[in-house]
């Protein structure tokens, strides 16, 4: 399974971004797919996630401002930032995770660069 990130880019402050995942598979595939990023000296973080089974989960910092989507027929994760401010700036990966049997997989995107100017 491959996902492939875009949509990133250089935005002002309180500008919008789509990201997109593009993946290799079916999105019925997997149990839960997710956007993750990372700023300069700091940990991975949890952006927003969604399965077919619960409505979406955002992180704080996120919530009301982003919003992210399944398009099953495009096999593409998207992930809509509005508002963006100075702090959103990081790499953003796509992630998904799949449950075969009693295994257990789990797949990143290669990373795609958002910086909010302000």
């Known amino acids: 399974v491959q996902l492939q990130a875009s949509g990133g880019g250089l935005v002002q402050a309180g500008g919008s971004l789509r990201l997109s995942c593009v993946v290799s598979a079916s999105l019925h595939s997997f149990n839960i797919m997710a956007w993750y990023r990372q700023a300069p000296g700091k940990e991975r973080e949890l952006v927003a996630s969604?399965?077919?089974?619960?409505?979406?989960k955002y992180g704080d910092s996120v919530k009301g401002r982003f919003a992210i989507s399944k398009d099953y027929a495009k096999n593409t994760l998207n992930l809509q930032m509005s508002s963006l401010q100075p702090e959103d700036t990081a790499v953003y990966y796509c992630?998904?995770?799949?449950?075969?049997?009693?295994?257990?997989?789990?797949?990143w995107g290669q990373g795609t660069q958002v910086t909010v100017s302000s």
């Open positions: 992630y998904a995770d799949q449950q075969v049997m009693s295994d257990r997989y789990e797949f």
């Open positions: 969604v399965t077919d089974r619960r409505s979406p």
